[in-house]
């Protein structure tokens, strides 16, 4: 006896699967920015300030980079009504 349910296909349902894509290609994007930023700068005897500098450099170009994958995204997603106040 099998306990497979069926999946629902619906729009909410292709929206929310697409939604967990631009999180993991925003998360792949921001951390090889992240990477591409801080790699030629981090030196071996480093001071801790110059390290945390480099660090933080690094995080805002990273959610930068995760900020515009993500929205690209979710301006796909979303429709024009999702936006609007439910009316009672």
Same mark, same amino acid.
């Given at each position: 006896? $099998? $306990?497979?349910? @069926?999946? @629902?296909? =619906?729009? /909410? =349902?292709?929206?929310?699967? +697409?939604?967990?894509?631009?999180?993991? *290609?925003?998360? +792949?994007? &921001? /951390?090889?920015?992240?990477?591409? *930023?801080? $790699? @030629?700068?981090? !030196?071996? &005897?480093?001071?801790?300030?110059?390290?945390?500098? +480099?660090?933080?450099?690094?995080?805002? %170009?990273?959610?930068? %980079? #995760?900020?515009? #994958?993500?929205?690209?995204? /979710? *301006?796909? +997603? /979303?429709? @024009?009504?999702?936006? !609007?106040?439910? %009316?009672?």
């Amino acid at each position: 006896m $099998s $306990s497979v349910h @069926p999946v @629902p296909q =619906c729009e /909410l =349902c292709t929206g929310m699967t +697409i939604w967990i894509w631009a999180n993991a *290609v925003g998360w +792949i994007a &921001g /951390l090889t920015a992240f990477m591409a *930023v801080t $790699s @030629p700068l981090w !030196r071996a &005897g480093q001071s801790a300030a110059t390290t945390a500098v +480099i660090g933080a450099l690094g995080g805002v %170009v990273m959610a930068a %980079v #995760m900020a515009a #994958m993500t929205g690209a995204f /979710l *301006v796909r +997603i /979303l429709k @024009p009504g999702h936006l !609007r106040a439910a %009316v009672a």
